[in-house]
């Protein structure tokens, strides 16, 4: 079945520094794409929906990058700030889409 | 817009001792998923219904029951609780045919 890995599982940066996490899948069929956030205490929040006819997803603070040929999905945090520091986790649609295959997470701690 | 209600938030249970979990979101969506998150794995899905009185085994359903006894509701039971399996655990929901789901606050599980 589908499998997704998450990488890197922890990452320190400084405020106005890039964040850059990637998931990479299997299933070549997948036609969409989560990200998740996830504050400290917090349940999960969708970040983003991403299809696969698009490459390049703009967020605020944030780009996602789907590279169809590699099967490799990118979150992009630019600038990142304090506010920034969570769990970020990708989501692939499980065959037959009725549940989603979830990456170990990335926890991102953004210092001032 | 929604919500979904977890009860309770913190649970503490004893080895052995059988532990219900509750869900209620009113979405009105259809679809409804246990996940278990534990620190650095991700979340892995229990079970997940399509509808009222429907059921479906995820990928960690060994040790636990689930019950969807109406649309907006759905439990989860550890049949035997152990220390091993002491996480946060998450309900979702998500409309028929579309895999965006949205996550409760969670139910943090502690076995003494």
């Known amino acids: 079945g589908e499998q997704v890995e998450q990488r890197p599982p922890h990452l320190s940066v400084r405020e106005g520094d890039s964040a850059f996490i990637t998931c990479t899948y299997t299933d070549p069929n997948s036609y969409y794409f989560f990200w998740y956030k996830q504050e400290p205490g917090a349940s999960l929040q969708l970040l983003m929906k991403?299809?696969?006819?698009?490459e390049i997803n703009e967020g605020q603070g944030f780009t996602v990058l789907l590279n169809k040929k590699d099967k490799r999905l990118s979150l992009n945090l630019t600038a990142a700030h304090p506010g920034d520091s969570a769990a970020y986790f990708c989501a692939v649609p499980r065959g037959g889409g009725r549940a989603l295959i979830f990456g170990t997470g990335t926890t991102v701690s953004v210092s001032p | 817009g929604g919500i979904i209600t977890q009860t309770p938030k913190f649970l503490i249970g004893q080895e052995g001792q059988k532990l219900t979990l509750k869900c209620q979101q009113n979405f009105n969506h259809d679809t409804m998923y246990w996940y278990r998150q534990d620190s650095g794995k991700g979340l892995r899905l229990i079970y997940y219904?399509?509808?009222?009185?429907?059921?479906q085994k995820g990928d960690l359903s060994e040790g636990y029951d689930a019950s969807r006894e109406k649309k907006s509701s759905f439990s989860l039971t550890v049949t035997s609780a152990q220390k091993n399996e002491m996480a946060v655990f998450l309900c979702?929901?998500?409309?028929?045919?579309?895999?965006?789901?949205?996550f409760g606050p969670g139910t943090r599980l502690t076995v003494l």
């Open positions: 991403v299809f696969s006819s698009t």
């Open positions: 979702a929901s998500s409309m028929r045919g579309e895999a965006e789901q949205f």
């Open positions: 219904s399509i509808t009222e009185n429907d059921l």
